[in-house]
């Protein structure tokens, strides 16, 4: 799996977009960019996951730039209920063991 | 829609007593199940996985084992527990053969040996 790195903490005035970054520099032709994020002391959610493409839902959107070296998940309004973990996975499909590797993450805090 | 339950929510056990863990998911058939532990403060460490009835993989030789039962079912067990099983344990699930990664968490329980 594509070795990732994220900014330790983040703060995000509430209201307003938060963007976090991901580097991915190795990241293979087949190999996916996953984010989830983790609530203190809830499990992980998944948000959003993308392949070469901008992607959105309803949650967020994923910026992919054009040689998939780097993402950016973006949350287009941050809530209170935003605050959390939040974990930039890349790796590809793989049948049978899927060991996410959440590493350490994006500590989001959003402000008041 | 899918949807996954864990219980119980939080347990507090007594050392060298055993352990049951029940996971069960929702609107799905034949998924992929996972067991992880996340330690405090740290990150998710797979500890089985189920691609059908029966079919258990470890992933880390310990004194925990992992059935499942039913199609739907995953069941974390251990005979007698150690202090260093305290933690939080989360079930997964991941559609089969759904070409992606994406995996699905449970609540979690969080587990304390004393």
């Known amino acids: 799996d594509a070795k990732t790195t994220q900014p330790t903490s983040m703060d995000c005035a509430e209201g307003r977009a938060a963007n976090l970054p991901c580097n991915h520099s190795t990241i293979s032709g087949n190999e996916y960019v996953y984010w989830y994020r983790q609530i203190h002391s809830q499990g992980p959610q998944y948000i959003i996951h993308g392949l070469k493409n901008n992607e959105t839902n309803e949650m967020a959107s994923l910026i992919i730039t054009e040689d998939r070296k780097s993402s950016t998940l973006i949350l287009p309004h941050a809530t209170l209920r935003d605050t959390a973990v939040y974990y930039c996975i890349v790796r590809a499909y793989q049948t049978g063991a899927n060991n996410l590797f959440f590493g350490t993450g994006t500590r989001l805090t959003v402000i008041p | 829609s899918q949807t996954i339950h864990q219980w119980p929510a939080t347990l507090v056990q007594p050392v060298g007593s055993p352990l049951s863990l029940e996971c069960t998911v929702e609107g799905t058939s034949n998924p992929n199940l996972y067991w992880y532990r996340q330690a405090a403060g740290r990150g998710l460490q797979l500890l089985f996985y189920?691609?059908?009835?029966?079919?258990i993989s470890s992933e880390v030789p310990q004194n925990l084992s992992a059935s499942r039962p039913q199609d739907r079912q995953f069941i974390l067990s251990s005979k007698k527990l150690l202090l260093s099983d305290s933690g939080f344990y989360l079930c997964?699930?991941?559609?089969?053969?759904?070409?992606?990664?994406?995996?699905?968490f449970g609540p979690g329980t969080r587990l304390t040996v004393l």
């Open positions: 997964a699930w991941r559609l089969a053969g759904g070409g992606t990664d994406t995996q699905y």
């Open positions: 189920s691609v059908g009835i029966g079919q």
